[in-house]
């Protein structure tokens, strides 16, 4: 079942961008460029969207690592256009994946977390990760190509979102970062499905990196505000506590 999605991977990412030489200044990095290209029929996405991976290694069963992502979705002459926000989670939010992470287990927001992301996300910190450009393809159900079509884990999607990373060189950092969401069933809050990923490494020479899993993608805007009873609730719940 594996094999199709490594091989998917494996083109995606084995066409990096030219290395600069050893003996070449390096100069100041600019912000990363951001593209969106859409094909086929994709549901309306515009908002703010937290977005929660869970990887296991191949053959594997246990989640090895939660990964957060943050997506901002706007749409400019009615297309989507999807960009990757580099951002930091509240310490809480960070604590708590840390310890999933340490523990092998699964991990999921609570509503107070969402909440805690939608009413920051504009103070959240930004986190530079020496990005060059980022590609992003958003591919409906009816423009899948035989290679999604052929993929076990891909194939049964509604969507896919392909979060194509480029990084400059340097700072034992990667070449490259394919990112791979195939969207399988809407939830009242967003959406969850197959989650795939390919990281190249710089040197010694060119090795992809995979892993899969399951996603969950939260949009802020759907997370229901509390009412007047629950704020009031909040307001007392640490009354009567020792300690």
Same mark, same amino acid.
């Given at each position: 079942m594996r094999c199709a999605l490594t091989g998917l991977l494996v083109t995606l990412v084995l066409f990096p961008p030219l290395a600069r030489g050893a003996d070449e200044p390096v100069p100041a990095e600019p912000p990363p460029t951001y593209t969106t290209e859409v094909s086929g @029929?994709? $549901? +309306? =996405?515009?908002?703010?969207?937290f977005v929660v991976s869970q990887l296991v290694l191949p053959k594997g069963v246990e989640p090895v690592a939660i990964v957060p992502s943050f997506w901002e979705v706007? &749409? $400019? +002459?009615?297309? !989507? &256009? =999807? @960009? !990757?926000?580099?951002l930091r989670p509240p310490a809480a939010i960070a604590d708590a994946i840390t310890a999933a992470n340490n523990e092998h287990r699964s991990w999921e927001p609570s509503r107070r977390d969402l909440e805690a992301l939608r009413d920051g996300w504009n103070a959240l910190p930004s986190e530079d990760r020496g990005i060059a450009s980022v590609e992003v393809t958003i591919t409906g159900k009816d423009a899948f190509n035989d290679a999604i079509k052929s993929d076990e884990q891909m194939k049964d999607a509604q969507f896919l979102v392909q979060v194509t990373a480029n990084f400059n060189p340097g700072g034992q950092r990667p070449m490259r970062e394919v990112l791979l969401y195939g969207a399988k069933e809407q939830q009242p809050d967003g959406w969850r499905g197959a989650y795939a990923s390919a990281t190249i490494?710089? &040197?010694p020479f060119p090795i992809p990196i995979s892993f899969a899993g399951t996603f969950r993608m939260y949009r802020l805007e759907s997370v229901p505000r509390r009412s007047f009873v629950e704020r009031m609730f909040d307001l007392f719940s640490g009354c009567g506590r020792k300690g």
């Amino acid at each position: 079942m594996r094999c199709a999605l490594t091989g998917l991977l494996v083109t995606l990412v084995l066409f990096p961008p030219l290395a600069r030489g050893a003996d070449e200044p390096v100069p100041a990095e600019p912000p990363p460029t951001y593209t969106t290209e859409v094909s086929g @029929t994709v $549901p +309306e =996405l515009v908002g703010h969207w937290f977005v929660v991976s869970q990887l296991v290694l191949p053959k594997g069963v246990e989640p090895v690592a939660i990964v957060p992502s943050f997506w901002e979705v706007t &749409a $400019p +002459e009615g297309k !989507p &256009a =999807l @960009t !990757p926000r580099f951002l930091r989670p509240p310490a809480a939010i960070a604590d708590a994946i840390t310890a999933a992470n340490n523990e092998h287990r699964s991990w999921e927001p609570s509503r107070r977390d969402l909440e805690a992301l939608r009413d920051g996300w504009n103070a959240l910190p930004s986190e530079d990760r020496g990005i060059a450009s980022v590609e992003v393809t958003i591919t409906g159900k009816d423009a899948f190509n035989d290679a999604i079509k052929s993929d076990e884990q891909m194939k049964d999607a509604q969507f896919l979102v392909q979060v194509t990373a480029n990084f400059n060189p340097g700072g034992q950092r990667p070449m490259r970062e394919v990112l791979l969401y195939g969207a399988k069933e809407q939830q009242p809050d967003g959406w969850r499905g197959a989650y795939a990923s390919a990281t190249i490494a710089a &040197a010694p020479f060119p090795i992809p990196i995979s892993f899969a899993g399951t996603f969950r993608m939260y949009r802020l805007e759907s997370v229901p505000r509390r009412s007047f009873v629950e704020r009031m609730f909040d307001l007392f719940s640490g009354c009567g506590r020792k300690g």
